[in-house]
C-alpha cells in the first residue's frame, strides 16, 4: 500500500517536470560556486567563531548583540551592502548566567548536574534547604502549598523511566526514507486546523497565566529554587526558558533542569521520606530593567537589472543558553553566511537583490522573521482580543483580509535552513507544485552529493513560516537529521563536535547556488494560491 | 563459513550433551525458588539502598566501608551464618569528593563539566589559572615544560573527533547473536600468550613509573590542576583513578575528567592562541594518612551432609566513584545477595556449604578476590622480580607450580556477576567441556525467562579469573548489555536508572538455582585441566 503509494507519486512529479521544465541551470556558475564553496571554505571559521568564541545566543543577551555586531563586520569585511540591524517590538530582557552548582547535602553527599531555565533569577550566593515535591496542573494545586514551602526546594515533576533505545542515535536518510519524503498525506481540513490552532492557542494561554501565578506564589512564599527534569536521559540537560522576559511580570525564584538519572534519585528519596537537602548555587542576571527590541541582521548582493526585486535567505542566529547554539542554528546562519560570501568571491552579477537575514527571537515563536515579514511584505490585521494579543505573533490567528505591504508584488522567495546541521538531501516545495519541476533542475547538479529529493509536503516550525503563511514562496531544505533529536536539539550537546564541516559545505554550495538561480531567472518564483486562515 | 562453524559447534555440543547428562534438577525447589524470585522480590530495594542511600563505593571509601557495614547487617537479618569482613592486603588510602566545578572565564564565560579522578587531590577552595596543553608521552618531555607550568591548567589529551553511533546504545542479544557466542575461537598458545602478558607488564609498569614522576613533577612545578578528555562523548564522563592511593606516593595535583564536547572547545582554543582563562574548584580528600587493608563481606548458609565442601558465589561491592556504582556492580552485589535471601526464604538445606563473597578492589584489578582464593585455595608462589611485585596481583606472572591451600579440595564451583544489570541468557563455560551438559541441565528451566545459551569460550575480566586461574571452576553468566559499554560503564551515568528490575529479578532466580543445584549434587563440579601459565 505504501509502496503503492510513493511510486505513483514519484511517477506523477516526473511526469510533471518532463512537461513543464524548461529551466535552465547556468552550469559554469554552479561550478564556481561549488569550488569556492569545497575548496576554500570558510564555513567552519564562521560556525566555530559563532559557537565558541560568541558562545550562545539567547535572544536580547550579550552574547546575541555580540553576534548581531560581528556578522555585520563580517557581511561588510565581504562586500556586501545594505548591512544593517533592523529592530523589532519590544521583545524582552536579555539574561544570561555563568555557571550554575547542585550539591546533594544528605542523604548523603555527591554533585548533581542541572543548569538554569533562560530568564530566571540567579541564587545571589549558595542557598541551602530541604527538597519537597509538589504537583502543580492547575490554579487552585498552588493553595495547598501556601505556608508550607518557605525555605524549600521544590522538585517540579514525577520521576521519568529510562528510555532505552531501539536505533542509532544519529541518522541519514537512506533511499528508501527519501523514497518516504515523496509521499504527501492529506492534511486536515482549515476548518479542523483552525479548531486545532485555537486549541493550543487555549492551552498555551492558560499555561502562561498558571506559570505567571506560580512564580509569583513562589517567591511570595520564599521558595528558594524549583528543580525540573531533563526533557531527555542518558545525562543530558535539554531546557528552554522560564521565569519570564519581560519587565514587570513575575520572574519567579531560581529554576534549574537536572540531568534525568539524577532527578529521578531525588524523587525516589522524597517518595522514601528520606530527608534530602541540597546546596544550590546559580549565577544568572537579567541585562536589562526594561524591555528591549530584538534585532535582526540583514546584507544584500545589490540586483542589477530587477533590483527591486527580492531573493532572501536566512537562519535564526538566536539560540538556547545550555550549548552553544551550534545545530540550532550556529549551522544554519554559517551556512547562510557563507553562501552570500561565495557568490561574492565567484563575482556573481545577480539580476533580483539577494537578501540575507539572521533572524533573532525564533526560539520564542519566530518573533524575527514575523515581524520583518509584517513590515516589509504583508500582514493579517492584528487581531483585537487582548488574550490573542498576548500570544506569539505565530499563534495569533488572522482576523481579516492579508495586507500586502510594498514589496510583496516585488519578493521571488526565501530558503532556510534550520533542521540542524546535516547534509543537505533535497527540499521541501511547501505544497507548490509549480515549484517542483524548477527545484529539480537547480537540484540536478548536486546530486552526486547527496540532494536529490524535492518533496511536495510541508515542514513548519521555523522561519520560512513567516513568508509561507502570508502566500510567499518560503522553503527550507531536507536535511540528514543526524544526532539532532536525540541529542542536541535545545540541549548542552549542542555543540561544535556534533556538526560536520562537510555537510555544511555541501549545504552553503547548494543555498548559494539556488538563490543565484532564483535571482536570475526569468520569472520570479511562481506562487501557491493562498490558503486564507 | 561462519555460520557452517557455528552450526557445528552445535551439533557437537548438543551431541555431549545427550549423551553424557543424567543431571537431575529438583524441579520443585526450581519453581520455590522462581516464585520467591518473581514474586516477593527484594533485589531492587537491595540496589536502591546501594547505588541510592550508600552511593559509589570507591575501595577503601567510606561508603565502601557503609557497605560492608549494611551488607553484613542485611546477612545478618536474614539469618545467614559465619558473616564477616575479611581483610587483605594494605591497599592504599581511601579516598572521597564531594562537589566540582569549572568555570570558563576567558575567551567567553560558561560553566563547563568535569568530574576529579579518584585519588587525586583536590583544589582547597576555587583556583584561577590560564590554560595550555602538554604533551607527555614519556618520561623525556617532562624538561621542556620545567619553569614554565607554575599557575597553569594542563590539558592532557589531544581533541578528539566526535564518534557517530552506527547502532543502538542499547543492545540485547537476539538468536543469531547466541548462537554466535557458541563459535569457540582457538586462542592463542601459552608461550604466546605469556609474551602478550609480558608486554603488557612491561607497559603497564612504564606507564606507573610515567604517572609517578609526572604527579611528581607537576605539584613541584606548581600546576594548579590538569583535564583529560572524558573516556566517552555525549557529555557523558567517563574516568577512573589518577594521583596514588599509596601512603607516601607522590598524589601529583588536582586531576580531572571532562566532558568531550566541552574538552575540545578549549583544545581548539588554545590551539588558536585564545587566551583561555578557567577557574576550578574541586572538593576532594583522601581519609587516610596510611595504607589500609581492603575488606570482603562474606556470609554462608552452611551446608549439612557435606558442610565442608563449598559453592561460592560473589561480585564485587566497590565501585569507580562518579555514578552511583550501579550495573557495575550494585546490580551484581543485589542479585547475588538476593540469590542468598531467596535460597533461606524457600527453606533450602544445601549439602554444601554455599558461601557469598562481596569482593573489594575488584576495580584496581581483582585484588579482592585473588587475595581471598590464595589464601583459602590456592597461589602461585610470589615473583622474586621487585618490579613485578609492583604489579596487581592479577597481573603478575607465576614463578612456580601451584600451591594448593586446605580448601582447594573443598571447592565445587564459583559463580559470579559484572557484565552489567542486563538479563542473562546463558553462561560461559571457560573451556570446561565436561561442565557443559551439566549447566544446560540447570539452565532448561529457565529457557522460559530467556537464559537459553552455555557457551564453550572463556569470559575474563572479573573476579571468577580469580579461581579460574588456580585451575578452580569459576564462571560468569551471559548477560544482555543493555547501555552496558555505550553509556554506564566507570561513568556519570551507572546509576538505577539504566537497570532494568526484572532482569535482576531473572538474574536472581538463575544465580539461587545454580548454587543450589552446585550445592546438592552427587559431585562437586568437573575441573578443566589446570593450563600452567
Do not use: C
Not at 509569583?216 to 528543580?227: K, N, P, S
Not at 549565577?283 to 530587477?306: H, M, V, W
Amino acid at each position: 500500500m505504501f509502496k503503492w503509494g510513493m511510486l505513483s507519486v514519484a511517477l506523477a512529479l516526473s511526469g510533471v517536470a518532463d512537461a513543464q521544465t524548461k529551466e535552465t541551470v547556468d552550469l559554469d556558475m554552479v561550478s564556481r560556486i561549488r569550488q569556492e564553496a569545497f575548496h576554500r571554505s570558510q564555513v567552519m571559521a564562521t560556525f566555530s567563531h559563532l559557537t565558541e568564541q560568541i558562545g550562545p545566543r539567547l535572544t536580547n543577551s550579550p552574547a546575541m548583540g555580540e553576534a548581531n555586531t560581528w556578522t555585520r563586520s563580517k557581511f561588510n569585511e565581504w562586500g556586501l551592502v545594505n548591512v544593517h540591524d533592523e529592530a523589532f517590538d519590544a521583545f524582552g530582557r536579555g539574561w544570561e548566567f555563568s555557571n550554575a552548582s547542585v550539591e546533594l547535602l544528605s542523604p548523603r553527599v555527591a554533585p548533581l548536574y542541572a543548569l538554569p531555565k533562560a530568564w530566571t533569577p540567579g541564587t545571589n550566593g549558595p542557598v541551602e534547604g530541604e527538597v519537597i515535591k509538589v504537583e502543580i496542573k492547575k490554579l487552585a494545586d498552588l493553595d495547598q502549598y501556601k505556608g508550607k514551602i518557605a525555605g524549600r526546594i521544590l522538585l517540579l515533576n514525577d520521576a521519568r523511566d529510562y528510555e532505552r533505545a531501539t536505533k542509532s542515535d544519529s541518522h541519514r536518510h537512506d533511499d528508501a526514507g527519501l523514497a518516504e519524503l515523496q509521499v504527501f498525506a492529506v492534511p486536515k481540513d482549515v476548518a479542523d486546523a483552525k479548531a486545532d490552532r485555537a486549541k493550543k492557542a487555549k492551552e498555551y494561554l492558560e499555561k502562561q497565566e498558571l506559570t505567571r501565578a506560580t512564580n509569583a506564589f513562589f517567591a511570595e512564599q520564599g521558595v528558594l529554587a524549583t528543580i525540573s527534569i531533563s526533557g531527555w536521559d542518558n545525562g543530558i540537560i535539554r531546557v528552554g526558558g522560564g521565569g519570564s522576559r519581560k519587565a514587570g511580570e513575575p520572574v519567579g525564584v531560581p529554576e534549574l533542569a537536572m540531568m534525568a538519572e539524577h532527578y529521578n534519585q531525588l524523587v525516589r528519596a522524597v517518595d522514601q521520606k528520606q530527608a534530602v537537602k541540597l546546596r544550590v548555587n546559580v549565577q544568572a542576571r537579567f541585562t536589562d530593567t526594561q524591555d528591549q527590541p530584538g534585532y535582526n541582521t540583514l546584507a544584500e548582493i545589490r540586483g542589477s537589472g530587477k533590483a527591486d526585486e527580492i531573493v532572501m535567505l536566512g537562519a535564526h542566529m538566536d539560540s538556547w543558553h545550555t550549548g552553544t547554539g551550534a545545530a540550532d542554528n550556529a549551522a544554519g546562519v554559517a551556512v547562510m553566511m557563507e553562501a552570500m560570501r561565495i557568490l561574492k568571491a565567484v563575482g556573481a552579477k545577480p539580476k533580483r537583490t539577494i537578501r540575507v537575514a539572521l533572524w533573532s527571537g525564533e526560539e520564542q515563536g519566530l518573533i524575527g522573521s514575523q515581524d520583518y515579514v509584517s513590515k516589509h511584505f504583508a500582514r493579517y490585521p492584528e487581531p483585537t482580543d487582548p488574550a490573542q494579543l498576548t500570544l506569539p505573533a505565530s499563534m495569533r490567528e488572522p482576523t481579516g483580509a492579508l495586507q500586502r505591504q510594498r514589496d510583496y508584488d516585488k519578493f521571488s522567495a526565501y530558503f532556510n535552513m534550520d533542521n540542524g546541521s546535516g547534509r543537505f538531501r533535497g527540499i521541501y516545495a511547501q505544497e507548490n507544485l509549480a515549484a517542483v519541476p524548477i527545484f529539480e533542475a537547480w537540484l540536478a547538479p548536486f546530486h552526486d552529493v547527496g540532494a536529490t529529493t524535492v518533496a511536495t509536503r510541508n515542514t513548519g516550525s521555523t522561519d520560512h513560516i513567516a513568508f509561507d503563511r502570508v502566500g510567499l514562496p518560503g522553503f527550507q531544505f531536507i536535511q540528514d537529521r543526524l544526532d539532532y533529536f536525540t541529542n542536541v536539539h535545545h540541549s548542552n550537546l549542542d555543540t561544535w563536535d556534533h556538526a560536520e564541516p562537510e555537510d555544511l559545505k555541501q549545504a552553503a554550495a547548494i543555498v548559494a547556488s539556488f538563490v543565484y538561480n532564483a535571482a536570475m531567472r526569468e520569472e520570479k518564483l511562481p506562487r501557491k494560491p493562498l490558503l486564507t486562515p
